[in-house]
């Protein structure tokens, strides 16, 4: 079986990382024994990247595994006179088109050379780190950021573009799946309204946040039996951590390994093997395991949901990035070489965060912070942490990537504060991690974000807008089936600090039959107002992220705990949501029985950049 890689990437428009992050790429995919084709600069022209793709399709046979990885930036293009828009990567030479000669490539013609590959071979894997749209701002709140997306793209010739390619490919340019490839798996740097950025390191080189994590985590990873599905969510949450708008994505058949058909169910099922004296579970860090989970030891044939005897119940009590040791709590005789271990209870995750400087401080600060239930220090092999204690005598100032968020706080007198705010950011980042459809659908609720001027509304994109202080908001939720819902709204502040903004319907807020909207800035008589905005005391004045959270039920939910004055959601009586939101705030273990179809909810959010000024943005 051969295995080759096309790595392209367009380093043009501002762009500083791409010549790094392609370098990257192809060394761990040399290292796992690709063949690797590297297209940039000069040879990552329209011309030069589809030659790559066709000489890829070319030599691939079954069996084979192919991979296409493309940074650089995303954009759409559209025909003046037609509706819709499409979706596009910028060759090198994108600039130099003409009405006759457009130089860009849209991502139906790659879905195009995608079937022609997987025609060849079903081991193929696509990893796309730019921008989904390109009407979001440029610039972020990090310092030194910069989003993959062109925010003046080029349309001329776009049309007399579209013509040629109905022509080259004939029935092939009608016969892309609207579904998507379901040979191919997918990696995508962001979700469709969503920007993928890159950033300057501590050393001053660039890199693409999404490639950045994500080659990390395979060098990690090795050969260990993992699937797509179970590495996607530390990829996610590393990801999150630098940048909260920045949501990777993965589609496709989700639980084959990393370039392989090879397919595992270790979502459920975890393989088992004795090492020593103790039990190894095909499961790490890099997987979301804890210290502290209980698996049950079944025979591999059985049932999920068996209520025989288990052979062996498991404590995890060491973890690597991909195994755990474990100890037993129950059982003693030998388990069989294909037994399988599945999750009974599993502990929070506990939120890393780094030190940085020497101090006498600093020993008091990491046994504290290791105590805590909810926060550990950060560990060498972690992507990312939540924040950064940065130590400077006996000062400590909590920091995230774009800067200081409180002032310098006195270790030990003000360690109790210390330890408290960045159980905070832990407890925001899990709402952000929660974002997605757990048995409520997207489609269910139509959510409208916009700003109120002149007491008109002005609809805002879900994530990219700015905003300044003088601005007020309004957010619209709207049901849009006929089952009854109840939504929530959390704000999450420029500091982290978490915030119910419906909290007079502390259970939610109720849509209906009589009553299927709410507006969020609107007065009883109709009129709008608006939501004013404020800047945190003693943040630094520079522009900052503030999020919006909605969460929608099926029944009533009493969140009002999650607000950061409080933090404390009760668990032993209360819905699956709420015994998730519960481990975000105390760690204790999560229930992983729970399957009642009431249970159903669903977490969008939204955000936008608010300067700290009174101008109109």
Not at 107 to 135: F, G, M, P
Not at 290 to 303: F, H, M, T
Not at 401 to 417: D, F, Q
Not at 519 to 532: F, K, Y
Request: hydrophobic residues 40%; proline residues 6%; contains cysteine.
């Amino acid at each position: 079986m051969a295995q080759r890689a096309l790595v392209l990437g367009s380093q043009i428009d501002g762009l500083r990382g791409v010549g790094n992050d392609t370098q990257r790429m192809a060394a761990m995919l040399d290292a796992r024994g690709f063949e690797v084709d590297l297209r940039v600069g000069g040879e990552a022209t329209r011309a030069g990247m589809l030659a790559g793709y066709d000489r890829l399709i070319e030599a691939s046979a079954p069996g084979d595994a192919a991979v296409v990885y493309y940074c650089g930036h995303g954009f759409h293009a559209q025909v003046p006179h037609e509706g819709r828009a499409w979706q596009c990567i910028a060759p090198t030479d994108l600039r130099a088109g003409t009405v006759t000669d457009w130089r860009g490539i849209t991502a139906w013609e790659l879905s195009i050379k995608q079937a022609q590959l997987t025609a060849r071979t079903r081991n193929v894997t696509v990893i796309l780190d730019c921008c989904h749209a390109a009407q979001l701002s440029r610039g972020d709140d990090d310092p030194g950021a910069t989003p993959r997306a062109l925010p003046h793209p080029v349309d001329r010739g776009f049309d007399h573009h579209l013509a040629v390619l109905r022509a080259t490919y004939g029935a092939a340019f009608h016969a892309v799946d609207p579904l998507g490839n379901p040979d191919a798996v997918r990696l995508v740097a962001c979700g469709q309204n969503e920007a993928a950025f890159e950033y300057q390191d501590a050393h001053g080189q660039h890199h693409g946040a999404f490639t950045d994590v994500l080659v990390d985590a395979l060098t990690q990873l090795g050969s260990a039996p993992v699937s797509w599905a179970s590495l996607i969510g530390s990829i996610r949450a590393s990801v999150l951590r630098r940048f909260v708008r920045q949501r990777p994505a993965l589609e496709g058949p989700a639980h084959r390994a990393p370039f392989s058909l090879a397919e595992h169910d270790d979502l459920r099922r975890v393989a088992v093997s004795a090492a020593g004296a103790h039990v190894e579970l095909a499961i790490g860090r890099l997987t979301g395991a804890a210290v502290g989970d209980i698996y049950d030891v079944r025979p591999a044939d059985a049932l999920l949901d068996d209520d025989a005897p288990a052979l062996a119940r498991l404590e995890i009590i060491e973890l690597s990035p991909t195994t755990a040791r474990t100890r037993r709590i129950a059982g003693d005789d030998a388990l069989p070489a294909d037994a399988r271990a599945v999750a009974v209870d599993r502990r929070a995750a506990r939120w890393p965060v780094a030190i940085a400087g020497d101090s006498p401080a600093r020993a008091a600060l990491q046994r504290a912070i290791d105590a805590s239930p909810t926060l550990r220090t950060a560990q060498p092999d972690d992507l990312t942490a939540i924040a950064t204690v940065r130590l400077m005598n006996d000062d400590a100032t909590i920091a995230d990537p774009t800067g200081p968020l409180v002032p310098p706080a006195r270790i030990p007198s003000e360690l109790a504060a210390v330890l408290g705010h960045l159980a905070n950011l832990g407890v925001a980042q899990g709402i952000r991690e929660l974002e997605g459809e757990h048995g409520l659908r997207a489609g269910e609720l139509t959510i409208e974000l916009g700003v109120v001027r002149d007491g008109q509304r002005h609809p805002l994109p879900d994530h990219g807008a700015r905003l300044a202080l003088s601005d007020h908001y309004y957010l619209t939720l709207e049901r849009s089936y006929d089952r009854p819902l109840f939504v929530h709204v959390l704000s999450i502040n420029a500091r982290g600090k978490i915030t119910l903004l419906t909290h007079f319907a502390r259970e939610g807020v109720p849509l209906g039959p009589r009553h299927p909207t709410v507006t969020l800035g609107q007065r009883a008589d109709g009129a709008l107002p608006g939501i004013a905005l404020r800047w945190p005391d003693g943040l630094p004045r520079t522009p900052r992220l503030t999020e919006l959270v909605v969460i929608a039920t099926q029944g009533k939910t009493d969140l009002s705990g999650l607000e950061t004055r409080e933090l404390a959601i009760g668990r032993n009586d209360g819905n699956a949501l709420q015994r998730m939101l519960g481990r975000l705030c105390d760690g204790v273990y999560r229930d992983m029985h729970g399957n009642n179809p009431l249970d159903a909810f669903y977490v969008k959010r939204l955000s936008f950049s608010l300067a700290p000024t009174t101008g109109r943005s």
